[in-house]
Structures are given as structure tokens and as C-alpha cells.
């Protein structure tokens, strides 16, 4: 069965780093795009970034342009997203989603697969 488990989140300080993983397993991933989003408390899930099937396309929500970067490694059928400069509007729980048509998508609908998410608290 397909399924994606993310990785790597935690607390950090503003201005600090984190990467978080995502595993692919169950099926190869290496056709999908994949994507990341985040939900904080109270608000709806919201994009944040995404690579193509090649990795030759990325996209970036504006918010997190130039500090963010996502990439992804398909030997080991893994995506990473790099997350540096962090705020505290950054806190949310981070999920890693599945697209299948491979171009990359900013919407929710879009995805197929979705993984269980991973806490990013970001403190003040």
C-alpha cells in the first residue's frame, strides 16, 4: 500500500533550520510530483511548495520564497524541503502529498496521496 511518512520536524528558535523528509513506500513515486503543505491551528491547509516528476520545475508559495527549498532524490524514492530563516508564523504541521499527474500543483485537490504530517514549531 502506498504511503508517505514525513520526518524531521520539531522546535526551533527564529531564524533557525529545519529539513524535513518525507519516505515514499509502497509504489514508485519517481512519475508523481510531490508537494509539500502545511495547516496551522485554525486555518485551512495551505501550500507551500512542490517539485515536478524530473525536479526540473519547483514552485513556492510567496511567504516562503527564498528561504524554503525543495527537493527530492529518486534513488531512495525520498522528498526533502530545507526550511531556513524560520519564523513563527511558519509553526504548523507539515505534510508531504502525491500528485500523479507530475507537473506540480498548488492545489489540494490535486494531490492523490497525502502522509500523516510532521509538527515545525517555530518560537519566538
Known amino acids: 500500500q502506498a504511503q508517505l511518512v514525513e520526518s524531521g520536524g520539531g522546535l526551533v528558535q527564529a531564524g533557525g533550520s529545519l529539513r524535513l523528509a518525507c519516505a515514499a513506500s509502497?509504489?514508485?513515486?519517481?512519475?508523481?510530483?510531490m508537494g509539500w503543505f502545511r495547516q496551522a491551528p485554525g486555518k485551512e491547509r495551505e501550500f507551500v511548495a512542490a517539485i515536478s516528476w524530473r525536479g526540473g520545475r519547483t514552485y513556492y508559495e510567496d511567504s516562503v520564497k527564498g528561504r524554503f527549498t525543495i527537493s527530492r532524490d529518486h534513488a531512495k524514492n525520498m522528498v526533502y524541503l530545507q526550511m531556513n530563516s524560520l519564523k513563527p508564523e511558519d509553526t504548523a504541521v507539515y505534510y508531504c502529498?502525491?500528485?500523479?499527474?507530475?507537473?506540480?500543483?498548488?492545489?489540494?485537490?490535486?494531490?492523490?496521496?497525502w502522509g500523516q504530517g510532521t509538527q515545525v514549531t517555530v518560537s519566538s
Open positions: 502529498a502525491a500528485e500523479s499527474s507530475g507537473l506540480g500543483s498548488t492545489r489540494r485537490e490535486d494531490y492523490d496521496y
Open positions: 509502497g509504489r514508485t513515486f519517481s512519475d508523481y510530483a
